[in-house]
């Protein structure tokens, strides 16, 4: 099959490989699965990089999320799944051999079933950023008639919590950087828009919400935002922070928080427990039968320009998902 890889960390356009290597087979409880897209996200070009450390496997195939068919099964597999178009999550997480390849092997669980009318490009992004917004937004309960901040609404992970939230009944504030993507927050649904760089967002969130506050933030930044949620959150109100790039190592305000109840759910998406992870996959998957949700592709790239796309996530200038077809 033709792949990409690479054996050590480094600039994809010195260690990133496409080639011929050996197809993969199933194992018992496996199925293998023919690749359509692979959904390209920052943790794995931080991986290829080298930020998260030396590599774990002599070869790693990268990319955790992608779609494809399913073509063959393992013994332990009910065979009635081959033929099924489905949806993958976690494929690179502790694993050398991801989505950016014709073939993937992988536990028949990671393999989510979607319907004829999701394309796969749509596929390439649920693994990670449309997973992320949903933990983040049911994870400590429904939002029907809550308030919710979702933090960068043009962004992948905000795009899907936008448009998620308000499919289950929520009101939602966003905040954005500027005009453009102000629409994209606007065509997902968000009823109150804020720009950060211009808004006085503490006062905007009080106002619009009469001093009540949101009860619940989906958050990008949690350390450069804590001196806004602490002020607009409600009592007993959760922060749910899936990354915090600017403010590496916060100082919290804890007594502010603490006489407020508020909660934290700082989560990584890829290490969530196998219950909580069929919450996730189920509430995407019945998202996806109501057409509650839409997905923003900001590129797509064939296999042989995998180095282009992953420079194309470093430098952050797109809006949107990177795919790469296969």
């Not at 992608?66 to 065979?79: C, F, L, M, R, S």
């Not at 749509?122 to 809550?146: D, E, H, M, Q, R």
Request: aromatic share 8%.
């Amino acid at each position: 099959m033709r792949a990409a890889w690479y054996e050590k960390v480094g600039d994809a356009k010195d260690v990133l490989q496409v080639g011929q290597i050996d197809d993969p087979t199933p194992d018992s409880n496996e199925v293998l699965i023919s690749v359509k897209t692979s959904g390209i996200n920052p943790s794995d070009v931080k991986i290829r990089a080298g930020a998260r450390g030396e590599l774990q496997f002599s070869r790693v195939i990268p990319h955790s999320d992608g779609a494809g068919t399913i073509i063959e099964v393992g013994k332990d597999v009910d065979p009635k799944r081959i033929g099924e178009r489905v949806w993958i999550w976690n494929a690179a997480y502790g694993r050398p051999n991801g989505t950016c390849a014709e073939l993937i092997a992988l536990p028949e669980e990671q393999a989510i079933v979607m319907n004829d009318d999701i394309g796969f490009e749509a596929g390439a992004c649920l693994g990670i950023p449309a997973s992320t917004a949903y933990y983040g937004i049911f994870a400590n309960g429904s939002v029907a008639n809550k308030t919710l901040m979702i933090t960068g609404g043009a962004g992948a992970v905000g795009f899907y919590g936008i448009q998620l939230a308000k499919w289950a009944g929520a009101n939602v504030i966003s905040t954005v950087s500027n005009e453009e993507k102000a629409k994209i927050a606007k065509d997902a649904g968000a009823d109150l828009i804020l720009n950060y760089k211009e808004d006085d967002v503490i006062n905007s969130v009080l106002e619009y919400t009469k001093g009540d506050g949101v009860d619940r933030v989906l958050e990008v930044e949690f350390g450069g935002n804590i001196p806004i949620n602490q002020n607009i959150v409600k009592p007993n109100g959760t922060i749910a922070a899936y990354a915090s790039a600017t403010v590496m190592e916060p100082t919290l305000p804890f007594y502010n928080l603490m006489f407020k109840g508020i909660k934290i759910n700082t989560f990584l998406i890829y290490s969530i427990s196998k219950e909580t992870r069929k919450m996730v996959t189920d509430g995407i998957s019945k998202a996806l039968n109501e057409n509650a949700i839409s997905h923003l592709i900001a590129s797509a790239f064939t296999l042989d320009r995998v180095i282009d796309a992953h420079h194309a996530v470093e430098n952050n200038n797109n809006i949107g998902n990177i795919i790469i077809n296969i």
